[in-house]
């Protein structure tokens, strides 16, 4: 009898993620290579523009500020986002969502041609890529940042062999990398950027259409059918 494939996801998936992997006879073994701390909010500078680059910013900046009466203020900003996930958070939240992209660098370049005498607020964690800061300080657009949650690598070492593995972000593949090594395994990341920090690792690399966890689990999916 053929033995089911074995793919490793390096985030704890939900339930419903989980089932998709199930159903396709695909074998599951998961753990979380990256935590996440919020931090405590306390904003003294506000500009009329807000960035976010992720759902976890989100989730910090409205779970966490310490003046309340901030949030409504917050809410009537324009917001620029990156993902469509965090698209919908903000959203669903009351915020004003007037442009999004699926990468930092998309998002910098609609910024930059046509917000460029425009001030932002960006609020970050603290393994933020350069890109978006990078390129508004190019383009000398004035915005300042805010911190607001870190990413915390959690290593662990992994037994066994797999077919496949799931990454979500540069982080997770940080922090795998640190107890593993990746062999012939196929690797499924979330986006480019995610790939990227494969480049002089492996070659067995296959991107998302979509950045978003359940593309990553379609694209494990198609390739062992």
């Given amino acids: 009898m053929k033995q089911p494939i074995r793919v490793l996801s390096t985030k704890k998936l939900l339930v419903n993620q989980k089932q998709f992997l199930l159903n396709a006879n695909i074998s599951l073994v998961e753990a ?44 009537k900003k324009n917001v620029f986002c990156v993902g469509m996930k965090t698209k919908g958070l903000l959203e669903e939240n009351g915020f004003n969502v007037i442009a999004y992209t699926g990468y930092a660098a998309d998002l910098a370049e609609i910024i930059t041609l046509i917000y460029g005498k425009e001030k932002f607020t960006f609020f970050s964690g603290n393994l933020r890529r350069d890109t978006l800061p990078d390129a508004l300080k190019e383009a000398k657009i004035v915005f300042n940042e805010i911190e607001v949650y870190q990413t915390i690598l959690n290593p662990q070492k992994v037994n066994g062999t797999f077919d496949g593995i799931l990454f979500y972000s540069t982080s997770g593949i940080q922090s795998y990398l640190k107890d593993n090594k990746i062999n012939k395994e196929t690797c499924f990341c979330i986006g480019t950027t995610t790939a990227d920090a494969l480049e002089n690792i492996t070659n067995n690399v296959i991107i998302a259409n979509q950045p978003t966890v359940e593309n990553v689990i379609i694209q494990c999916i198609n390739f062992y059918k």
């Fill in 32 to 75: 979380d290579f990256i935590s996440i701390n919020q931090k405590k909010v306390n904003i003294e500078t506000i500009n009329e523009n807000l960035i976010f680059t992720s759902q976890n910013a989100v989730l910090s900046l409205i779970e966490n500020l310490e003046d309340t009466d901030t949030i409504e203020l917050l809410k």
